[in-house]
Structures are given as structure tokens and as C-alpha cells.
Nanobody, 116 residues
Framework: QVQLVESGGGLVQPGGSLRLSCVASGFTFSSYEMQWYRQAPGKQREWVATANPRGDTTRYSDSVKGRFTMSRDNGNNTVHLQMVSLKPEDTAVYYC?????????WGQGTQVTVSS
């Protein structure tokens, strides 16, 4: 069955870095646009970043642009989100999302907490 499993979250101090990973299985990963979303407590889930199926085009929300970098490795069915210069407002559960017109899937999320 389809699975998207995020990892790499944790507790980090402001200004620190984390690298999130999402490993996909059960579908043709290289045919899907991949996205990262995040959801803070009491907040609506917000879009963070997108990579096209080949991984040669990425887009970012204004709130993370210049600090986060998304990449994908189609050979390993994996996407990454490298996060630097983390701020307390980056605290959220981060979700991996796979999209095509026909089908789309969510991961279960990984917690990122930025706090001193």
C-alpha cells in the first residue's frame, strides 16, 4: 500500500538546522509532484515547498524562502527538506504530500520544535 514516512524532526534552538526526509513507497514516485506542508498548533495547514517530478524546479513559500531547500532523489523514492536559520515560528508538524491529478497522498508528519 501507499506510504509516505517523514523523519528528521526534533527539538532545535533558534538559528539551528534540521534536515527532514520523506520516504515513499507503493506508487510511482517519479510521476508525482512532491510538496511539504506544515501545521502549527491552532493554525491551518500551510504549504511550504514544492518540487516537480524531475526535481529540477522547486518553489517555496515566502515565509521559508532563502532558508529552506527542497530536493528529491527519485532513485531512492525520497524527498528532503533542508532547514537552516530556524525560527520559533517554524515550529509545526511537517507533512510530506504526493500529488498527481489522479491521486494524492499524505504522510503522517514529523514534529519540528524550535525553542530555546
Amino acid at each position: 500500500q501507499v506510504q509516505l514516512v517523514e523523519s528528521g524532526g526534533g527539538l532545535v534552538q533558534p538559528g539551528g538546522s534540521l534536515r527532514l526526509s520523506c520516504v515513499a513507497s507503493g506508487f510511482t514516485f517519479s510521476s508525482y509532484e512532491m510538496q511539504w506542508y506544515r501545521q502549527a498548533p491552532g493554525k491551518q495547514r500551510e504549504w511550504v515547498a514544492t518540487a516537480n517530478p524531475r526535481g529540477d524546479t522547486t518553489r517555496y513559500s515566502d515565509s521559508v524562502k532563502g532558508r529552506f531547500t527542497m530536493s528529491r532523489d527519485n532513485g531512492n523514492n525520497t524527498v528532503h527538506l533542508q532547514m537552516v536559520s530556524l525560527k520559533p515560528e517554524d515550529t509545526a508538524v511537517y507533512y510530506c504530500y504526493a500529488y498527481t491529478l489522479r491521486s494524492n497522498y499524505w504522510g503522517q508528519g514529523t514534529q519540528v520544535t524550535v525553542s530555546s
